[in-house]
């Protein structure tokens, strides 16, 4: 009864956007079953094969709704793994953004009671779900993620037009606004000279070129990218060798404005010479406060 086809296994936190991964699943051929208990994962797939010659695309939801699942996650996931290929995909988003979209929506939390907060029942459930996050082959953070933008990274990561090579990911951040928590790979670039200090680049960004050159022409600078680079180049047909399927590269600064945004680009620059599938951004180019960040 063994396959290679591949399921998608989708948890995570309540509020964090399964619903809406799911749709877009849908809307790109998937077979989508939501709250599945773990225990019938592989009666789910018995009953899969049973009506289907060839197997479709497949993604299940299984989270907190199921109740008393995680003492049995192990040996579901055991077994299932002797079936099938499958993916775990975790869904991470703040504390506050969850708090957040529960009162807009005023949807009740699956752990939530009369006399237990919003707060206290995602607290709990952050708890409950630790172990299963722990099998998890990608972790994905929406708390800032708009609906069309985590439906175009779903897209890219398992459409159908998916490069088959590892996607590749490069994000400039600002430490003030805390780091990514879906990223493999994190690189501080605050030692580097900062261009906030210079009063005619202090309100520009790492894409325009007086500031670009001030980072990138720096010897420090120029020495840290060459070295970082080389390593990427050695880290990553190691992965790709252990089939990891994306990798997201973070480089972060305070703000997330200046140095962190020049050094993004040029490390996609660097990967993209060398046939890789990449893409960069960058998370919070425009949030600085204009009389505060240091970016």
Do not use: W
């Not at 010659?53 to 299984?62: E, G, H, W």
């Not at 109740?67 to 988003?93: M, R, T």
């Not at 939390?109 to 990608?138: C, N, V, W, Y």
């Not at 972060?252 to 951004?281: D, P, W």
Request: proline fraction near 3%; charged fraction near 25%; glycine fraction near 8%.
């Amino acid at each position: 009864m063994e396959t290679q086809s591949k399921l998608l296994i989708i948890t995570g936190m309540s509020g964090a956007g399964k619903s809406q991964v799911i749709a877009s699943l849908e809307d790109m051929g998937y077979f989508c079953a939501d709250n599945l208990l773990p225990a019938l994962f592989p009666r789910f797939l018995e009953i899969m094969q049973e009506s289907y010659s060839d197997l479709p695309k497949m993604a299940v939801v299984v989270d907190i709704r199921g109740g008393e699942l995680f003492p049995y996650i192990e040996e579901a996931l055991s077994e299932l793994k002797k079936i099938v290929d499958y993916q775990v995909v975790f869904l991470e988003a703040s504390d506050a953004v969850l708090v957040s979209r529960f009162k807009e929506t005023r949807r009740k939390h699956p752990l939530g009671h009369d006399k237990k907060t919003i707060l206290q029942s995602i607290i709990e459930e952050r708890h409950l779900l630790e172990e299963f996050k722990g099998h998890a082959d990608m972790v994905i953070d929406t708390s800032n993620l708009t609906h069309r933008q985590l439906a175009a990274q779903i897209e890219e990561m398992f459409g159908d037009n998916m490069d088959e090579r590892m996607a590749i990911s490069v994000t400039s951040f600002g430490f003030k606004y805390g780091a990514p928590i879906d990223a493999d790979l994190i690189i501080d670039v605050r030692f580097l000279p900062n261009p906030y200090y210079i009063p005619n680049m202090r309100y520009q960004t790492g894409r325009n070129k007086e500031v670009r050159d001030f980072v990138l022409q720096n010897d420090t600078t120029k020495e840290f990218i060459r070295r970082y680079i080389a390593l990427l180049r050695f880290l990553l047909p190691h992965y790709i060798k252990e089939g990891k399927k994306h990798l997201s590269i973070a480089i972060g600064c305070t703000g997330g404005r200046h140095r962190s945004v020049a050094i993004c680009e040029v490390i996609y620059k660097g990967l993209q010479m060398n046939g890789y599938n990449i893409s960069y951004g960058h998370r919070d180019i425009g949030k600085a406060d204009s009389n505060k960040d240091k970016g």
